[in-house]
């Protein structure tokens, strides 16, 4: 772990105008500096730089932050990896907790386990480049198929030669250990070459450090398999690679969509003709650590398959784990015969593109008019379309989308759109309530008696449906985002001491350990009388908080509670003033008590009712006279609210 003091020192020294130039051009205007927003497609700069405050703000999609926020964002780093980044930058050296001797001798074989893989990549590549086979096999093989030079070197592509262990002496001449090269899969048990006579292509993770090395195999009799991949190891986990992601990141973030293609010549090819938002899934079909990898980038995904009744089939499965993610899957048949690399060849770049455009479909619509064409009007048959259509809809986490497909799902299926919902909430209902049930026995003791761990704080995950969290997450956000502005104008007084003098003696009612955790150490920040400000909470030590700060920065955006109420799912909807936060507080401050008081109320009205059927202690009088002080409460309470009080 790096010290605070080191992050501290880091997070001082770091300009934001320094970072962001490494990616942005960016033009002086007054004092601050503009440039074209790298997070959305724009043609007039809305991307705002003030050096003076440290931060980053685009007008345009809200986005914002300081330093390492920007890093975390663009480079998609983890906090460390920012501040690491940050330190290479500014030649700042980091403290570091002692790394237990495990994991440090984990890290080390993790490191030299790429630096292996990258001495192998580069040493193939070099047999291509530089020996007669390697031309006249690979090279004129990559030639042949429209490569150009400067892109088979981008990509880094190589050649296996003949040989039986070629590679594997030359690796151990260079000092790298065997079992090295046996983890890695690039030597076999039998101490061979597993690439020979292939043509290579690295695999890269979004470090751009080589993961993995596929090879396709170059002797047209062979038996062997068409492509081999190294094995999985330490540093390769087919699942949550894509071919092509390194090359192809900014692109995707600019055209705010990805293509997924399924070979790795698809991809070479349609970057080479300029369409570099493109990845392969590299044999697989798509999994969840895929998609979620592509989520990091855009929520559009465009996936390419061969126009015949395969890749009909093939569009049809295995999609609903990209819909999980709520990405917006779109599907594009190609016509028959051809793969995106050929149809590519043979119409060009231009009218590729715009056949991809036109005849992009949307994969709901597009599964629902396909499965309905199979059915052949049979009304039994039909039955299950509908069903097959609402489950794939009812894993859309944003309920506004979710409808909008029921509307038009309805239409296409020429049935009655209530009855669509009634499906829906049917299964949405059990689905929550599997996992209701996993949470209950994760939670339940174990066989052997051991107590499961404390969940870890995991904000959405908590308890989505109880009604009050969403009073404590109003709390936890103004926190986060207004807890060091003055609670009014001119005054001394904070809005973080407002909320917490007010609610301190309930925090412990607090439902959701996140928000409990963000308030309580907010508190500890106050009564230590250090500086409270929006950073405090984005570089907390805690991951948690830290994802919750800018989760809520970075989006000018409430929560509205009727569709967290009637989806049991929050969602960011509502926009509000950015300098309403008295009243917000005011407002959250009241809405939290109102819920706990009648919270009081019911418990309260649940012991009268057990004291009115025997009571011996005489005590019921004093709990109805308690009664009626809570009611009192509540109901003035839900006055200053305005809310209408129903019983
Ligand atoms: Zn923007």
Not at 108 to 114: A, E, G, T
Not at 391 to 407: A, E, M, Q
Not at 544 to 555: G, M, N
Request: with cysteine.
């Amino acid at each position: 772990m790096i010290l605070s003091k080191s992050i501290e020192e880091v997070l001082q020294t770091a300009k934001i105008e320094d970072v962001v130039r490494e990616f942005v051009n960016l033009k002086r205007r007054g004092s601050n500096l503009i440039g074209l927003c790298p997070f959305h497609q724009e043609k007039t700069p809305s991307f705002n730089v003030s050096p003076s405050r440290n931060i980053y703000k685009c007008f345009g999609c809200g986005k914002g932050g300081d330093p390492a926020n920007f890093l975390m964002e663009h480079e998609k780093l983890s906090f460390p990896e920012a501040i690491r980044w940050l330190a290479d930058r500014y030649q700042i050296e980091l403290e570091e907790t002692q790394q237990s001797e495990e994991a440090r001798e984990a890290q080390q074989q993790r490191d030299s386990l790429y630096i292996l893989n990258q001495f192998a990549q580069e040493w193939y590549a070099r047999q291509m480049w530089e020996t007669d086979p390697g031309r006249s096999i690979a090279l004129s093989y990559f030639k042949r198929r429209g490569f150009r030079e400067d892109t088979i070197r981008a990509f880094g592509l190589g050649y296996a030669p003949q040989g039986r262990d070629t590679f594997t002496r030359a690796a151990l001449e260079e000092g790298f250990p065997l079992e090295q090269l046996k983890a890695l899969g690039l030597t076999t048990e039998k101490g061979y070459d597993f690439f020979r006579e292939r043509v290579l292509f690295p695999i890269h993770h979004l470090s751009g450090k080589v993961a993995a090395l596929a090879g396709r195999i170059m002797r047209k009799e062979a038996k062997a398999p068409k492509y081999i991949n190294s094995k999985e190891n330490e540093v390769y986990h087919k699942s949550k690679v894509l071919y092509g992601l390194w090359h192809a990141r900014s692109a995707i973030r600019k055209a705010d969509l990805c293509y997924l293609v399924e070979g790795y010549t698809d991809v070479i090819s349609l970057h080479q003709s300029g369409i570099e938002n493109t990845v392969a899934s590299s044999g697989t079909s798509l999994t969840e650590g895929q998609t979620r990898l592509i989520g990091r980038f855009t929520p559009n995904l465009t996936i390419l398959y061969d126009g015949d009744k395969a890749g009909i089939q093939a569009a049809l499965r295995g999609l609903d784990i990209a819909l999980e993610q709520n990405l917006n899957v779109k599907v594009v048949l190609l016509p028959e015969g051809e793969d995106p690399d050929s149809y590519l060849q043979r119409v060009g770049a231009q009218a590729f593109e715009d056949y991809l455009q036109e005849q992009a479909r949307d994969f709901i619509f597009f599964k629902t008019e396909v499965l309905l064409e199979q059915s052949g009007g049979d009304p039994v048959r039909r039955a299950e379309v509908v069903r097959e259509v609402v489950n794939s809809i009812g894993r859309i986490p944003d309920p506004i989308k979710r409808s909008v497909y029921l509307k038009t799902c309805a239409r296409l299926l020429d049935f009655d759109e209530q009855l669509l919902v009634r499906e829906l909430n049917q299964q949405v209902h059990k689905k929550l309530k599997d996992r209701h049930r996993q949470r209950e026995r994760a939670a339940a003791p174990t066989e052997t008696g051991t107590e499961q761990p404390e969940e870890p704080f995991a904000p959405q995950e908590a308890k989505p449906a109880t009604g009050h969290s969403y009073q404590e997450k109003d709390i936890a956000r103004i926190l986060v985002c207004a807890g060091h502005l003055p609670y009014q104008d001119g005054e001394p007084t904070t809005v973080a001491e407002f909320l917490l003098s007010n609610i301190e003696e309930t925090l412990n009612l607090f439902e959701v350990a996140l928000y409990r955790h963000i308030a309580e150490v907010t508190l500890d920040r106050l009564k230590k009388k250090l500086p409270l400000s929006a950073s405090f909470f984005l570089q907390h030590e805690d991951k948690a908080i830290r994802d919750f700060a800018i989760s809520v920065q970075t989006s000018p955006h409430s929560y509205s509670e009727n569709w967290e109420k009637r989806w049991d799912i929050s969602l960011q909807t509502q926009k509000m003033p950015e300098h309403n936060f008295s009243k917000d507080s005011l407002l959250a401050m009241q809405r939290f008590k109102l819920k706990k008081v009648e919270q009081l109320c019911r418990e309260n009205k649940d012991r009268v009712e057990a004291l009115s059927k025997e009571d011996p202690e005489g005590e019921l009088i004093t709990y109805l006279h308690l009664q009626k002080k809570l009611l009192g409460i509540r109901n003035a309470l839900a006055a200053e609210l305005g809310t209408v009080v129903m019983r």
